[in-house]
């Protein structure tokens, strides 16, 4: 089992749409959990992070972590496609891991 | 805040050479990590620092790679004896310390791409 999983996609969505991206992580103890924003030949950009259980908003962006079920997800909401990029999760106990990334398309 | 800085952002060699890279992270931040990036792929968690002490360092890692940070400042990455493998994206990415248990977010230097021929 891979530390941090996530659908590779593609994943499309229309533009003005919610694009809902999933993470699952098999370490129980983890603490500190990362959205990371990732265009083609570009280093990754921070778009959330979270640490409690719940839902943390920032603008378009929204976090859900429920540490019981070791799942963490992404919603972007009225989808445009300059959001159209990979998106990785990421785990921090110490040393960060990150999953494989989703690819998401934002057709206009 | 002038952001994580990498040097070079390419890097072209023969198989077999040795190469450095260098970091500066964000002025302010204690922890200074390394990555290595192939395509399809998330970044891949080499090694980190808190100060000049390297606390972590991947079981993958080979003894061919090496990191410093002798001065809690910027630090350098350096591959010996480089291998056709060895060709990736080496992201450096720094954070300030967290406090009760929780991991501050790390920012993303540009990268060094590295082809090896």
């Known amino acids: 089992q891979k530390e941090v999983e996530q659908n590779s996609g593609p994943l499309s969505v229309p533009e003005g749409a919610i694009a809902s991206l999933n993470c699952t992580y098999s370490?129980?103890?983890?603490?500190?959990f990362f959205w990371y924003r990732q265009y083609s030949g570009k280093s990754p950009e921070l778009i959330m992070f979270?640490?409690?259980?719940g839902d943390k908003e920032d603008g378009r962006f929204t976090a859900q972590l429920n540490k019981a079920s070791q799942y963490v997800s992404l919603l972007i909401r009225d989808s445009q496609p300059s959001d159209s990029a990979t998106y990785l999760c990421?785990?921090?106990?110490?040393?960060?891991?990150f999953g494989a990334g989703t690819r998401l398309t934002v057709k206009p | 805040d002038t952001g994580v800085s990498q040097d070079p952002r390419h890097k072209i060699t023969k198989r077999g050479q040795n190469v450095t890279f260098r970091c500066d992270p964000i002025?302010?931040?204690?922890?200074l990590y390394w990555y290595r990036q192939t395509l399809g792929q998330g970044p891949e968690f080499l090694t980190y620092f808190q100060n000049e002490a390297q606390l972590e360092k991947s079981r993958l890692l080979s003894d061919r790679f090496s990191a410093e940070r002798p001065k809690g400042s910027f630090s350098t990455l350096e591959i010996q004896r480089t291998e056709q493998g060895d060709s990736a994206m080496y992201l450096c990415?720094?954070?300030?310390?967290?406090?009760?248990?929780?991991?501050?977010?790390?920012?993303f230097g540009d990268g060094t791409r590295l082809s090896i021929l």
């Open positions: 002025s302010e931040h204690n922890r």
């Open positions: 990421a785990v921090n106990k110490g040393d960060m891991r």
């Open positions: 990415a720094s954070s300030d310390t967290g406090t009760g248990g929780a991991y501050q977010p790390q920012h």
């Open positions: 979270i640490y409690s259980n």
């Open positions: 370490d129980r103890g983890s603490q500190s």
